[in-house]
């Protein structure tokens, strides 16, 4: 079975540092997609970043990127230049290729605050 | 667009009683899912639908049932309530497959059984 594992509870950044977000996941399928998705306290999922496993570059959207390590089975987010809208839950995500539609595995995620 | 618009916000149900909660998407998106969020957890699949008239079951169906009769609406029906579907429910819409398209989610709807 698919799992994924965010290790940090909780996470504070002072305003316009970096911080990184910690993500591993259990596979055994080669195709997949990883998500990281942010929800604030309105409680409303919104995608944040999108990595296809076959592609080796790394996602960037704006202040965040991620470190895909597929050997390592590690995804982890960089949000850089943090500002105090990014405070919210973060959580890592998911999707084998070809799996049930939509059937996302979410980790349990990580609350990040950021601080003025 | 409104995109995704669930009702109610708040709901508080006694042991034993049916509730349906609704979900309206106006993207015209093919794709719809329900999926519940347990305190502390990440989200989990219950029912999803890839256009009207076809749902399939998703990773915790048990004690709910859907309908997908226009593109536009996917409720969730929930009969005999129990307390451990006290939950947080969040439909979600997409073009097409999640994997390929962005998913896009509603407010939630908190529901406690008591």
């Known amino acids: 079975a698919q799992t994924v594992t965010q290790s940090q509870p909780e996470m504070s950044v002072q305003e316009a540092e970096t911080v990184t977000l910690s993500c591993t996941y259990d596979t055994s399928e080669n195709n997949y997609y990883l998500f990281w998705y942010k929800q604030p306290p309105s409680r409303q999922m919104i995608l944040v970043i999108r990595q296809e496993a076959y592609k080796q570059q790394n996602a960037t959207e704006n202040r965040f990127s991620v470190n895909f390590q597929k050997a390592a089975k590690s995804f982890s987010l960089k949000i850089s230049d943090s500002q105090l809208g990014d405070t919210a839950m973060y959580f890592c995500a998911f999707e084998n290729y070809g799996g049930s539609q939509g059937n996302l595995i979410f980790g349990k995620g990580t609350k990040l605050s950021v601080k003025p | 667009n409104a995109g995704v618009t669930q009702t109610p916000k708040f709901r508080i149900l006694k042991i034993g009683q049916s509730m349906t909660l609704q979900c309206t998407q106006d993207m015209n998106h093919n794709y719809m899912y329900w999926y519940r969020q347990d305190p502390g957890m990440g989200l989990k699949l219950i029912y999803y639908?890839?256009?009207?008239?076809?749902?399939d079951k998703g990773e915790v169906p048990n004690g709910y049932n859907v309908s997908r009769s226009t593109t536009e609406d996917f409720p969730l029906r929930l009969e005999l309530a129990a307390p451990s579907q006290t939950s947080v429910y969040f439909c979600?819409?997409?073009?097409?497959?999640?994997?390929?398209?962005?998913?896009?989610f509603g407010p939630g709807t908190r529901l406690t059984v008591t």
């Open positions: 639908s890839v256009g009207a008239g076809i749902t």
């Open positions: 979600a819409s997409s073009w097409g497959l999640a994997v390929t398209y962005e998913q896009y």
